[in-house]
């Protein structure tokens, strides 16, 4: 296996037309569905670049922008945005076109860590991450930035360290009732 291997080698494109079974009553596709083929579009990147079999252990910032409509054309491009020893973030861009028009928009961007497993389901190593440009770096940057707020975020809100009178008069401001 390569020790280092270049992110265009495993970058993915799928387009895919919205069809009536993948909407809803008003005529715009579930995100559910859309999630569901973010999360090939992830496997395939990543099993493409690590060479092993890989599954989902995380979905980061799922935020739908823009609507999609039935008879658009979806376009999802992965791309491989950080590397650990046996994890990878994969970044996924979805558009979707009006074919008629050619009119484009930016429905979602997500990041998939996705692990590298052998045939027993055991962790494999994967090959380093070759960075070529500038936004290659900023992408790696900001994986490990968000990986550094998660890691800050569990640690405040561990349920062993969590005190409820430390955050009950912060509430007192949102649209909750508290009955204990």
């Known amino acids: 296996m390569a020790s280092f291997k270049h992110k265009k080698d495993s970058n993915i494109e799928l387009s895919q037309l919205m069809l009536p079974s993948h909407s809803n009553f008003r005529g715009k596709i579930h995100g559910g569905y859309i999630l569901e083929i973010m999360d090939q579009v992830a496997f395939t990147c990543a099993s493409k ?3 092993a079999y890989c599954v989902t252990a995380s979905v980061d910032t799922v935020n739908f922008r823009n609507p999609i409509e039935v008879g658009e054309l ?15 973030v994969v970044g996924i861009r979805v ?3 009006n074919i008629r028009n ?3 928009k930016h429905c979602n961007s997500s990041y998939f860590t996705m692990v590298a497993k052998d045939d027993d389901g055991n962790n494999v190593k994967i090959p380093g991450l070759i960075l ?18 998660d890691r800050k975020r569990e640690e405040k809100f561990s349920d062993e360290d969590f005190s409820k009178a430390k ?5 007192k401001d949102y649209n909750v009732e508290i009955n204990s």
Do not use: C, H, P, W
Not at 74 to 86: D, E, F, P
Not at 167 to 171: A, D, R, W
């Open 102 to 104: 050619g009119s484009k």
């Open 49 to 51: 670049y690590s060479g």
């Open 132 to 149: 070529e440009t500038d936004n290659d770096i900023r992408r790696f940057v900001k994986s490990i930035k968000r990986k550094e707020m």
């Open 95 to 97: 558009e979707s076109e």
């Open 74 to 88: 979806v376009t999802l491009k992965a791309s491989i945005n950080y590397v650990g020893n046996t994890s990878m």
């Open 167 to 171: 955050y009950k008069s912060k509430l």
